[in-house]
């Protein structure tokens, strides 16, 4: 199995495969991915994440919002039928921007190791952990050998890597701790060996860390 293929299998609860725990044995990469893969899987088995509004919502509101200001019985047919759909508007555009709104951003500086690169991380604050959004730029491409990882640290100095990429980009990543207690986030650039901790090499780094 590849490294998505494993990762895959994680989120979809089959962390006890045979062939996954053989992966896991050996990758040091998707070991340090496997919780926020798990984490992953939790959120996209919430049948919260694919509920559609129902048909009736917008008579709905519509009615809500008449028995609030007792416009019933005085609001001609046609007002009714526009304020349904403005209604609606303000159900589904309101909640696009509520839901995709980021609960805090960071802009990262660039680390000794790549002085002309940049990035901004996004995040969400979730029950089980922290979503995040970087879009990095400025960097070389990661030749076999090598990656770059995100990093979470605390005040303390305990690291959780939050995913691996090669090149700048934007990347969409789950980490299993909640930004509060990890305050620091950065990048390296890290060989595929087997040391599951960050190197010295920093290309990204929070201001002031």
Known sequence: MSCAEVLEAIARGRLEDQTV???L???AECRARSESAQILGRHLADPVMWEEPSSDLADRVVAAIDAETGQ???RPSRWRILGAAAALCVVVVGGMV???QPDWTVELAPGPAAPEAGGVIRGWNHA???RMVLEVWGLDPA???SYYELWLTAPDGRHVSAGTFRDSGSFEVVAGVRRADYPRIWVTLEPADED???TSQTVLDTPNA
């Open 21 to 23: 725990v053989n992966h």
């Open 25 to 27: 044995s050996v990758c």
């Open 72 to 74: 019933e019985e005085r």
């Open 98 to 100: 509520w839901g995709n």
């Open 128 to 130: 089980h952990g922290t």
């Open 143 to 145: 030749d076999e050998n």
């Open 196 to 198: 599951p901790g960050p």
